[in-house]
């Protein structure tokens, strides 16, 4: 019976990731599409002014991330789907409210226009509402909906910004109609969710339980967004944007495998079956992250042909940004673990890399190879302790 069991649950596992893959796929896939486009209609500086807009919408809509855990978890542990919409729609406003005060410091930071700066902040609160019905459909295990939504999602985000770009229109206006896009997609994510079951609790849910997920996802987006923002700073126009297209093998490598901990994220919130998550959520996501580093350095060659020789340069480079987000999918998996099991204090390695990572690139690094090479340095790091870490908190937790 055990055997059974096991097979059933493997079997379950393979299903869900297989369609989480396919849904993120579509948006990913989405996404480079518009990175090409981009980099080659605005140039390399163009290119580094709207790649660093992107990452600083990345970091505001933290608490979206935070938020699909949280909810999901607590769909696990048998919260209706009331209680965690109504969670959603605080969080929601006060998101929306940061957007609106945080825009002018951040075009003066990142010397990018007010409009394109809102534009690109204001889809946080979007992605908030996004996050909600997400959790819901995660945390029920209906991965099959959850995968229309997450293409569906990346395709209205992507889709009408190329529109804009090809006819002509800059940054601002291409993350105007990006944010158009996702609203949509928030409206009609609603449809997938069922009704409350029967025996499903209503008891509201404070924001105090996103704000602790919030600082883990927010450790983690740091490590993963934060260089593209320092080396618009740091470099120049020209070496930005190659690090931002550089940055694009790290993106995929981080989100590809996404979909490992999408599924098993579940499992982890379930005392009965956290450590055996864990411990498969991370050596899968190491075998999936070598693949990824081995595919694109054998495809680098092609970047001048896709994008320009302009960011020739680059090109020899791309590996080590891959290998980046590889290291930066196992982190995930590992905080992932820490957000299901309420061991939120594993965060601390994180943001102890994250300060390491900071401190490197504003001392010791000053062109895009010194760049990236402090970036690998910390993500394989981190990536190692916090798993180990992570393995040894669930068996702990469960011996207790």
Known sequence: MGRMTRQSLTTSAVAGVTMVTAGSMVANVASYLLHLPASRWLGPAGYGEFASLLAAQLVLAVPALALQTVVAREVVRGRGAHAVRQLGYRCAVIVGIAALLLAPAVAWALETGMLATVSALITAPVLVLLATEQGLLQGAARFGPLSIVLAGAGIAKVAPAIVVLAVGGGPGFALAASA????????????????????????????????????????????????????????????????????????????????????????????????????SAIAVLVGLGAVLVAVVAVSAPLVPLLVGEAYQPVQSLLWLFALQGACLAVLQGALLSAIAGERTYLAVIAWIGFAVEMAGMLTLASTVGQFIGVAVTVAASTAMVASVLAVRSARHAVAV
């Open 180 to 279: 158009v896009g996702t609203g949509v997609v928030a409206l009609a994510a609603r449809v997938f969710a069922d009704p409350d079951p029967a025996g499903a609790t209503s008891t509201p849910i404070g924001v105090a339980a996103v704000l602790k997920a919030s600082q883990v996802q927010l450790a983690l987006i740091a490590l993963s967004s934060m260089d593209l923002v320092l080396a618009r700073i740091v470099l120049s126009n020209d070496d930005a944007g190659l690090y931002a297209l550089g940055a694009v093998a790290t993106k995929a490598a981080f989100w590809l495998p996404q979909a490992v901990g999408v599924v098993l994220y579940p499992r982890m919130a379930s005392p009965a079956h956290s450590v055996q998550a864990v411990r």
